[in-house]
């Protein structure tokens, strides 16, 4: 695909009158796909809100996901191809401006998470294609005087069965827009399917691999400006003055403003912005979080364990099951807050008028997007709209608000177009991170060895409390628990308590959410009781998974796929965990050896298994696993997110660090085939990780793993 630029209302409206034959809601394809000027106007035609079809038979597909290197272009571009019959070297795309009939089914709103793209895309995707092909059909049909049942599609045309006749998309689209959408179209059997479940290469990678593709970045409107801001060093904090004299003696500067995050300051270019940002001299009002620190947070959490919290879910009498049983189990269990890190510097552009707002973001929530924009220019929704461009990293950072928020507020001060960029030190000292947690637990064995009671207490933040209030219910935030109040491992009486306990610290999606943690904490105190209960691990999970075959199935093949229970180099060990989250079932293995003299942990292999239900891309959820190892390795080797006087120490990557390529090891994917309904690919390979490689070091040192990231003094 050609690369795609933002497209401005000027442009639109001038390439209407000069004749553009690829118009698109923001963004259209220059070169080969425009049309000399004197050509008369031609658009395609819409039929339905997913498919353009262009006289020339080019086919846009309007993908409402936002791409963020996960291949959501592809997979959704494969669900619409497989039931159109496209001709696959002829698809464009264009990402969806906001608007409902873009909404996430799963969410209700439009967004681009919680692994949801192909689980909320594939039942209406599909019936858009069936739904198009059968009005394409009909169109056709009309015109030979036939029965539709008398035609097939395919690649990218209608053909007569009895006579070959073949008429493209492109001359049957106007007419077929027209045609009532038929309410239950026909799908097509599994079996017959060309795209979906078959490798596909991406369409997004020829503009990424040449630089042609636009990231939020890289947005460049007439007469813009540029911004950046200074924001107080401690959480909550807002400014007292500022002495801005200086920072107007810089080159360049144009104004410097107050907004509601700080101070803004905006030049003809950022490295001026920037510039002037050093010259600011801004005394804080840094408030009630000016105390806070690390040590503070995990006292705040070790008096809070002592408190008995909401039930999140509970089976039989933990209790007396404990009292009873021949052994117990205890352990406790940290993790740190964690920065996501994306390798695109937040950024976005903003263009207010009092007719209207345009805002051209990196963003994962167009609806949220939207609806911060209204609030603070007053605009109606329809008058605020939405471009997305390229994601240079999400992760759930780019759900949240604020670099929205800073660019609409600036753009409204100064009648402008305006680009704020974040440097790296601002995203990591001003993000809202996934949240520390503090996790007891204690088990009781039978005389077998056997678990009969599990109990288990999670102290930490709330995410939900900030993003859906009405979610969080008599103190019970379920994305704080999940990972263990979902556990099917076989143990008959079961308690899991959440303790809410705010920080200060402002907390947000991360990569699979409370998974992340919970299936470390979870798996890792697995192996201990396989260990106390003189079980295998592998073994020991199998037998109490007996009544969850798709956690049995992935574990049985990472297992087997990893050789667990042969020879390995000397040196090395194994460690397995496995983890449902987002709809997906995922076992890990961790092929590891560790030099206690020197603190050293070396990953050496990875095999992971996955059952996703019916998949469409195999190389994407390959890739989407391969990433999510990487992701959740440096998160448990290195990542930790440290608070002194309200204030995060780490501010860029030489001191918040992320896996180098001489660090990764060798990671096999393995696909289960299934037939069930799709589950997420883009989360649920990072929980595993951090267990299977915990459990590792245990069986080589004999000492579990119950603190993150892991420490060098945690090997001795």
């Not at 003189?534 to 199935?553: I, M, S, W, Y």
Request: charged share 20%; with cysteine; aromatic share 8%.
């Amino acid at each position: 695909m050609s690369s795609s630029h933002v497209l401005l209302r000027r442009e639109f409206l001038k390439k209407s009158a000069s004749g553009g034959t690829a118009l698109v809601i923001g963004f259209y394809l220059p070169g080969k796909f425009e049309a000399p000027a004197a050509a008369p106007p031609v658009e395609p035609a819409a039929v339905n809100a997913w498919v353009r079809i262009a006289p020339d038979d080019a086919v846009t597909l309007v993908i409402d996901k936002s791409e963020m290197g996960q291949g959501v272009v592809t997979s959704l571009a494969m669900l619409l191809a497989e039931e159109l019959e496209l001709d696959w070297k002829k698809i464009k795309f264009e990402f969806a401006p906001a608007a409902p009939q873009y909404f996430n089914p799963l969410f209700g709103l439009q967004g681009t998470g919680g692994s949801t793209s192909v689980r909320s895309s594939w039942e209406p995707l599909t019936k858009a294609g069936a739904a198009a092909r059968e009005m394409l059909i009909a169109t056709a049909a009309k015109q030979w005087y036939v029965q539709p049942s008398a035609c097939h599609a395919e690649n990218g045309a209608v053909v007569h069965d009895a006579t070959s006749k073949r008429l493209g998309y492109g001359v049957l689209a106007v007419e077929a827009s027209k045609l009532p959408v038929p309410a239950n179209p026909a799908r097509k059997d599994p079996k017959d399917y060309k795209y979906i479940g078959k490798p596909t290469k991406r369409l997004d990678t020829p503009a990424k691999v040449t630089g042609k593709a636009s990231f939020g970045i890289d947005v460049r409107l007439p007469n813009m400006q540029y911004a950046v801001v200074a924001r107080c060093p401690v959480f909550g904090g807002k400014v007292r003055s500022v002495d801005d004299s200086k920072a107007k003696g810089i080159r360049g500067v144009k104004q410097v403003l107050e907004i509601s995050t700080g101070v803004a300051v905006v030049a003809d270019n950022t490295w001026s912005a920037m510039e002037g940002r050093r010259a600011l001299e801004i005394a804080w009002d840094e408030g009630s979080n000016a105390a806070i620190s690390s040590d503070a947070i995990r006292k705040l959490y070790l008096a809070a364990a002592e408190k008995p919290g909401a039930i999140a879910r509970q089976d039989g009498d933990a209790d007396a099951a404990l009292a009873g049983a021949a052994r117990k189990v205890e352990a406790a269990y940290e993790v740190p807050f964690l920065a996501h890190a994306t390798m695109e510097p937040m950024n976005c552009v903003a263009d207010v008028r009092t007719d209207g707002c345009d805002i051209y973001a990196p963003t994962q929530f167009q609806t949220f997007t939207q609806n911060t924009s209204r609030k603070i220019t007053g605009l109606k929704p329809e008058q605020v709209r939405v471009y997305t461009t390229y994601v240079g990293g999400g992760f759930g950072r780019r759900a949240e608000q604020d670099f929205i928020a800073e660019a609409v507020e600036i753009s409204k001060a100064r009648g402008a177009p305006v680009l704020v960029t974040w440097s790296r030190e601002d995203d990591m000292q001003h993000d809202f991170y996934r949240p520390a947690a503090y996790t007891t637990i204690t088990a009781g064995l039978d005389a077998d060895g056997w678990p009969v009671a599990w109990k288990s207490r999670v102290v930490s933040p709330s995410i939900m409390s900030r993003f859906f209030p009405g979610s969080v219910k008599n103190g019970l935030d379920n994305s704080s628990v999940e990972g263990i109040v979902e556990m099917k491992y076989g143990i008959p009486n079961f308690l899991c308590e959440y303790v809410l306990t705010d920080t200060g610290v402002p907390v947000g999606f991360w990569r699979s959410v409370g998974n992340s943690q919970n299936g470390y904490i979870v798996e890792s105190f697995v192996d201990d009781l396989a260990k106390a209960g003189g079980k295998d691990p592998f073994e020991f999970r199998r037998k109490l998974l007996a009544n969850a075959p798709r956690h049995r199935g992935v574990l049985e093949l990472a297992a087997e796929k990893a050789g667990w229970g042969k020879p390995l180099p000397a040196g090395r060990t194994r460690g397995i965990a496995v983890v449902e989250s987002f709809g997906s079932f995922v076992a890990e293995v961790a092929e590891v050896s560790v030099n206690r003299s020197s603190g050293k942990v070396r990953v050496h292999r990875v095999v992971c298994a996955v059952d996703c239900g019916r998949h469409v891309n195999p190389d994407t959820v390959a890739a989407q696993m391969e990433g999510a190892i990487v992701y959740g390795l440096s998160a448990a080797l290195k990542g930790q997110i440290t608070i002194n006087k309200g204030r995060v120490e780490q501010s860029n990557f030489h001191d918040y660090e992320l896996l180098r390529v001489n660090d990764m090891p060798q990671v096999e994917v393995h696909i289960m085939p299934s037939n069930e309904a799709p589950g997420g690919a883009g989360e649920p390979g990072t929980p595993p990780i951090a267990p299977a490689v915990c459990n590792a070091i245990f069986a080589a040192t004999g000492k579990p793993i119950r603190r993150l990231p892991i420490r060098a003094e945690d090997l001795a």
